[in-house]
């Protein structure tokens, strides 16, 4: 069985942003009343949404609805993380056209990629 430790990853994505001096916050609630899963923020500013997507089911609908929510609530860019090695299809040039980056990462290599962009950022 493929999954991913939802809770134990969140907890290492917090102490990693708030160890380099950002702000992570789990379940951010958006203006419209749904949540990202993890909000990274310097200061007010909206750096990156972060949706953990433990399950296969309906993927492209899932990441859709993940740009959806991440565009409205004012972040660049959005990362799905996910141990699946599926494409969302067309939702990855829907993200484009409304300037959001999106990025499907594995949950292996997830805290290393995001420890170079926060450093950067």
């Known amino acids: 069985m493929i999954c991913i430790k939802v809770k134990t990853l969140t907890r290492e994505i917090i102490a990693l942003a708030e160890g380099l001096g950002l702000n992570a916050v789990p379940e951010y609630r958006t203006p419209d009343g749904t949540r990202i899963d993890i909000a990274i923020?310097?200061?007010?500013?909206?750096?990156?949404?972060?949706?953990?997507?433990?399950?296969?089911?309906?993927?492209?609908?899932r990441v859709l609805y993940d740009v959806v929510k991440a565009h409205r609530a004012g972040f660049p860019e959005l990362w799905v993380v996910t141990p699946f090695r599926g494409s969302p299809g067309w939702v990855e040039g829907y993200a484009e056209e409304i300037g959001l980056k999106l990025e499907i990462k594995n949950d292996r290599a997830l805290l290393e990629e995001l420890r170079v962009l926060l450093v950067r950022l």
């Open 41 to 61: 923020l310097k200061g007010e500013r909206k750096l990156l949404a972060i949706e953990l997507e433990a399950s296969f089911k309906w993927f492209p609908q």
